[in-house]
Structures are given as structure tokens and as C-alpha cells.
């Protein structure tokens, strides 16, 4: 890693002057966008190969489409085989590019637009993960940056700073929502944080080792309630600097963790749209940086 060196403001842009504004684009290395995209494009790849790699089987039963809101205000059809193709095609290619810093705009909305109708299909046959809210959103803020290279460690830009925040922001809402959902779907949230949730889905699909954990329900039901705490306070990392900002991401990273080894969850597409709260640019060695 290599220490950041003091920043200059990119010409082309002013520096807003209102708190809120300067909270909303606070100014940051151009060069953690240029590592940030390449987590985001290599994951989108990995994402449609593996964990949405359903589309194009879902060519092949049209009659089955169940389009999401936006899907059918947009009109978008049910997917061919042959377009299910052709968008995973589109997909890698672009993102591919992308995520090398080629045609960084062109590149970025190729993938914003055609992962976008990936998502609408992977999602648009009775099952919705919300999982994938922040990672769409990245896709699609990431071009509206622009131009970013690794070596631009020295150089700063609002515009970033927006697209970041906005990317911050949206993986907090994602368990701020949960738990809203949780309080709508259960009529009374504390039906849910004293129900058997947990023992559930040890029970459904649950690792070995987890399962002395179903003899201990009060345990559960505790984990049950620190689960609702934390995800109703997560907006607060959003103010969050230094080692307790660190530290909030480095606990959600353990949490998704223990729910993988424990119940097979792993959560990643949220996970990796965490990077957004760290000095990526850390990670561009010195010798790339601008002098």
C-alpha cells in the first residue's frame, strides 16, 4: 500500500460550499474510483456467471415471467434464449473494458443498461434479492464519474465523492429496508425479533457445527433482536470517519461471514459495495501514483 498524498482539486469542477452538499460530494482520489470500478466490473462478471446465472434458463419458459414494477412500466419483455445470450455477452465484454479503464463512459453504461435488464430478468420470475440493490446502483453511477485512472491518487473529485456516497447509501438502506419489511411483513417487529427465525433456517440449512446452537432458542432469539439493532442503526455509518468507520464495515464483513459458514448466506454482491466506505486508492502502489 501507498500513503495518499495531498490532494488537488480537479479543475473542471468546483468545490461545493453548502455542508450538505460537501457531505453529499465529498472530494476523494480519483484513483479509489479506478480500484473500486474493478471490484464492481470483475464482481458483475462473476455475478451473472454464478449467483443471477439463471437468465438464459429462463428463456426457455417465457409464460413464467412475472415482470417487476419498473419492468412493466418500461414494457420490457420476457427474455429469448438467443437474448439471454447476447446480454451475458454484452455484459462481459463491456465489462471487461470497463473495468481495464477502456472507453470508461461508453464502457460503463454499456454494462449500467444491459445488467440492468439482467437483473430484471434474473429477478422477474418470483423471487426478488435485494441483495443486489447496491451493485445496481453502482453499475449505473459509476460512468457519471468519468475519466479515472490508478494513477490519479493525488487528484480529487466531487464527482466521485457523489457516486460513492450514493453507492454508501444504498448499502445501508439495504438492511435499513429489511427491517421495515420485517416490521410489514410481521405486523409487530418484536413477533419477529422473539420468533423462531433463526432456529428455522438452522433447521432448513444450517451447517453441522450450528446446530448445538438449536438447544440454546434464547440465544437465538437475542441474536434475533442484535440483528434488528444494528441493521435499524446502520444509516449511522454514513457519519462514521476513521477507525470506528473501519471498524462498522469490518463488523459487517464479519457478520455476513459467520452467516455463510453458518446458513450458506453469503450476501456478496452487498458485501463487495462495501469497498465504497475504504481508501481503495491505498492499494495502487507508489509507483503508479501521479507525482
Not at 415482470?67 to 437474448?83: D, K
Not at 413477533?191 to 440449512?205: F, P, S
Request: hydrophobic content about 60%; some cysteine; aromatic content about 16%.
Amino acid at each position: 500500500m501507498s500513503r495518499t498524498p495531498t490532494l488537488t482539486a480537479t479543475p473542471a469542477e468546483a468545490t461545493p460550499t453548502n455542508p450538505v452538499l460537501r457531505w453529499f460530494m465529498p472530494e476523494v482520489p480519483l484513483a479509489r474510483v479506478a480500484v473500486f470500478r474493478v471490484f464492481i466490473y470483475v464482481f458483475i462478471i462473476i455475478d451473472v456467471l454464478t449467483i443471477s446465472g439463471d437468465v438464459i434458463a429462463h428463456g426457455w419458459t417465457p409464460e413464467f415471467y412475472q415482470p417487476l414494477w419498473l419492468a412493466r412500466f418500461l414494457h420490457i419483455p420476457a427474455v429469448s434464449v438467443l437474448g439471454a445470450q447476447l446480454l451475458l455477452t454484452l455484459i462481459i465484454v463491456f465489462s471487461l473494458l470497463a473495468a481495464a479503464g477502456i472507453l470508461q463512459r461508453l464502457s460503463g453504461w454499456a454494462v449500467a443498461i444491459s445488467f440492468g435488464a439482467w437483473m430484471f430478468y434474473t429477478q422477474g420470475y418470483g423471487y426478488v434479492a435485494h441483495d443486489h440493490m447496491a451493485l445496481v446502483i453502482a453499475a449505473f453511477v459509476l460512468p457519471t464519474i468519468g475519466a479515472a485512472r490508478f494513477r490519479d491518487v493525488g487528484t480529487a473529485s466531487a464527482r466521485a465523492g457523489w457516486a460513492l456516497r450514493i453507492v454508501q447509501i444504498a448499502v445501508v438502506l439495504t438492511y435499513f429496508y429489511s427491517v421495515l419489511m420485517k416490521w410489514i411483513a410481521s405486523g409487530n417487529i418484536t413477533h419477529w425479533a422473539n420468533g423462531a427465525v433463526i432456529i428455522w433456517a438452522l433447521m432448513r440449512r444450517g451447517a453441522e457445527w450450528s446446530k448445538p446452537f438449536l438447544e440454546m432458542p434464547g440465544l437465538l432469539i437475542a441474536a434475533q433482536w442484535a440483528t434488528l439493532v444494528f441493521e435499524f442503526l446502520s444509516p449511522v455509518v454514513l457519519f462514521l470517519k476513521g477507525k470506528w468507520l473501519y471498524g462498522a464495515v469490518a463488523f459487517f464483513f464479519l457478520f455476513h461471514l459467520m452467516t455463510y459458514l453458518a446458513l450458506g448466506i453469503h450476501f456478496l454482491p452487498t458485501v463487495i459495495c462495501w469497498t465504497a466506505f475504504l481508501p481503495l486508492e491505498r492499494l495502487v502502489p507508489r509507483r503508479f501514483a501521479r507525482a
